[in-house]
Every structure is written in structure tokens, then in C-alpha cells.
């Protein structure tokens, strides 16, 4: 095995809750397990803040794989890229490169900056994709939690991708994991976490709407699969719900899966087995859309 450089990660704050900080220690304890025998490509730029990196890792010999792209989440304030590497060996054992991108964190750099970042991540993954054996016409989005709104957005406001520099028809599907898809809430609660997205995340209280996946839902023809926990929160479950009943109206179409008795940060855990729903669903959409 090889081990990933999990000690040299940056610094940041203590994660707001127990919860949140097992499950960071959980991950990056399996990250540390990647096997040797994949090829690992670290720390690619695509642009100059020391958040603006992604990893690639993959099987050897591979050429023309389709490219999963799944982002950390952490509360758009925290994660590391790193916390997706579990999921690498079962990523290659599907034929698939794998490709986890990080992103400037609020509220130092506050929204839409990780949206920026992820088109900016998208033109630099499509552009080099043919190097590290990936096929740059078959980018599947993905994501948990702060990481799959992201994916949803990126896939959804499809204008701003190609102004980005992501090549037309190059997203083929999206897979948002326990997302939260609608930012705005009336009268959030003092200290909640619906009012940490206005006081730490959001630049400005008024892009809660357009930073809101759930409301690039019309027209969409992108094939959407979204999935969460039985325990997940009421917004994130209310917001998926809410998003498939619009994409359920557009060409794209849509399919959900809520998983019984996984919680927020279990739905992401999950993908530690390779028989998880989701790997299931991953492989359709690549053979629907390949």
C-alpha cells in the first residue's frame, strides 16, 4: 500500500460537531489505505491559490475511461480533497478514473468562489483529461454533502460551464450525494446551520437563490440521479425532493434513492462498499449516456 500524506494537510478550524469530525477522521483514515498498485496523480493546479488542486487516480493502462468527478464536502467551509480517495479503488475497478478536486473554503473566500472554482477545476480536467488516460467527452459530476451541491451546480447552470471552457456535451450525468440543493430559508435560527450559509458562506444574502441548484432545474437535459439518507436532515431531504419533482418535469429526467437508516455523513461512508446503491447507479447513467 501507499500512504497518503494525510499529516501534511493544511490546517483548518475544529469542525463545528462531533459528528462531522468522526466522520473526517473516519475517511482520511481510509484515505491513508489507497492501494500502491493504482496509479495516483496529486496535486494537479488548475489555477494559483494552494486550494485549487485535484488528484487523479486510476487503474494502469487505461485510456479513453470515462471520468468520475466527485467533490468533498465539509459546509463549503471545510474538506479536503482527500476525503473522497476511499473511493478510488472501486472508481477503477469500474473502469473509471477518479478525479477529486478542492476548492477555496469560506468564509476567507466566500460563494460563488467554490462555484468558480469547480467550472475552473472542470475546463482544466476536460483540457488534460486524454493524459491521464481519461476521455474528455464523458465527465460524470458527483458529490456529498457542500460537494454535491457543487456538482449540481456545475451541472445544471450548463451556460456557465461552457463559458468556463467545458467543452459542449462533455458533462453526461450528475450524481449528488446528501446535497443540499436550495440555500434559502425565510428566517434561518440563530446559530443553525441554515444561518451559517448567510453568515460564513454566502458573498451576498441575495445569491442564495442563484446559487441554488434547485433553481436551474427548467429545461435541464442532463440525466440527474439524486441520493440521500432516511436520516438525513429536513432540508437536505426537502430540497431533493423538491429538485426531483422539477427535473421530473424537463428532458433530462431524474431518478432518486433515499437510503434507509444512513444518516448525513453515512450516505458518503456507504461508498466504502462496492455493492453500495450508488456505485449501481453510476454505472447505468455511464451506460445510458456512453
Known amino acids: 500500500m501507499t500512504f497518503l500524506d494525510?499529516?501534511?494537510?493544511?490546517?483548518?478550524?475544529?469542525?463545528?460537531?462531533?459528528?462531522?469530525?468522526?466522520?473526517a477522521e473516519t475517511v482520511l483514515g481510509w484515505a491513508r489505505e489507497v492501494p500502491a498498485a493504482l496509479v495516483q496523480v496529486r496535486n494537479v493546479p488548475y489555477g494559483d491559490d494552494p486550494a485549487q488542486r485535484y488528484d487523479v487516480y486510476g487503474a494502469p493502462g487505461m485510456r479513453d475511461a470515462p471520468v468520475l468527478v466527485f467533490w468533498h464536502g465539509g459546509g463549503w467551509t471545510h474538506g479536503h480533497k482527500?476525503?473522497?480517495?476511499f473511493m478510488a479503488p472501486i472508481v477503477a475497478?469500474?473502469?473509471?478514473?477518479?478525479?477529486?478536486?478542492?476548492?477555496?473554503?469560506?468564509?476567507?473566500?466566500r460563494l460563488p468562489a467554490a462555484l468558480d472554482d469547480s467550472l475552473a477545476a472542470l475546463s482544466h480536467i476536460a483540457r488534460h483529461a486524454t493524459g491521464f488516460g481519461g476521455d474528455p467527452r464523458r465527465l460524470y459530476l458527483a458529490g456529498h454533502s457542500?460537494?454535491?451541491?457543487?456538482?449540481?451546480?456545475?451541472?445544471?447552470?450548463?451556460?456557465?460551464?461552457?463559458?468556463a471552457g467545458v467543452p459542449a456535451q462533455a458533462i453526461r450525468a450528475?450524481?449528488?450525494?446528501?446535497?443540499?440543493?436550495?440555500?434559502?430559508?425565510?428566517?434561518?435560527?440563530?446559530?443553525?446551520?441554515?444561518?451559517?450559509?448567510?453568515t460564513h458562506v454566502l458573498l451576498d444574502a441575495d445569491d442564495d437563490a442563484p446559487l441554488s441548484p434547485l433553481c436551474w432545474t427548467a429545461g435541464n437535459r442532463l440525466p440527474v440521479h439524486l441520493g440521500?439518507?432516511?436520516?438525513?436532515?429536513?432540508?437536505?431531504?426537502?430540497?431533493?425532493?423538491?429538485?426531483?419533482?422539477?427535473?421530473?418535469?424537463?428532458p433530462g429526467g431524474v431518478s432518486t434513492h433515499e437510503m434507509?437508516?444512513?444518516?448525513?455523513?453515512?450516505?458518503?461512508?456507504?461508498?466504502?462498499?462496492?455493492?453500495?446503491?450508488w456505485y449501481g447507479?453510476?454505472?447505468?447513467?455511464?451506460?445510458?449516456?456512453?
Not at 436550495?182 to 448567510?198: A, C, F, I, N
Not at 453515512?266 to 446503491?277: C, E, K, N
Request: proline share 11%; glycine share 6%; hydrophobic share 45%.
Open 228 to 250: 440521500w439518507g432516511a436520516q438525513d436532515s429536513e432540508r437536505v431531504q426537502r430540497s431533493n425532493r423538491r429538485t426531483a419533482a422539477l427535473l421530473a418535469l424537463q
Open 93 to 109: 475497478a469500474m473502469g473509471m478514473r477518479l478525479v477529486t478536486p478542492g476548492y477555496r473554503l469560506a468564509p476567507a473566500h
Open 6 to 23: 494525510i499529516d501534511a494537510l493544511p490546517l483548518q478550524p475544529p469542525l463545528p460537531f462531533k459528528a462531522a469530525a468522526d466522520y
Open 174 to 198: 450528475c450524481l449528488p450525494l446528501s446535497a443540499i440543493l436550495d440555500l434559502h430559508h425565510p428566517m434561518p435560527p440563530p446559530g443553525s446551520l441554515e444561518e451559517r450559509v448567510y
Open 82 to 85: 482527500e476525503w473522497c480517495a
Open 146 to 163: 457542500a460537494g454535491g451541491h457543487l456538482a449540481a451546480l456545475a451541472a445544471l447552470r450548463i451556460a456557465d460551464a461552457q463559458r
Open 281 to 290: 447507479a453510476l454505472l447505468r447513467l455511464v451506460a445510458q449516456t456512453g
Open 260 to 277: 434507509p437508516l444512513l444518516d448525513h455523513f453515512g450516505t458518503h461512508l456507504a461508498l466504502r462498499d462496492p455493492q453500495a446503491p
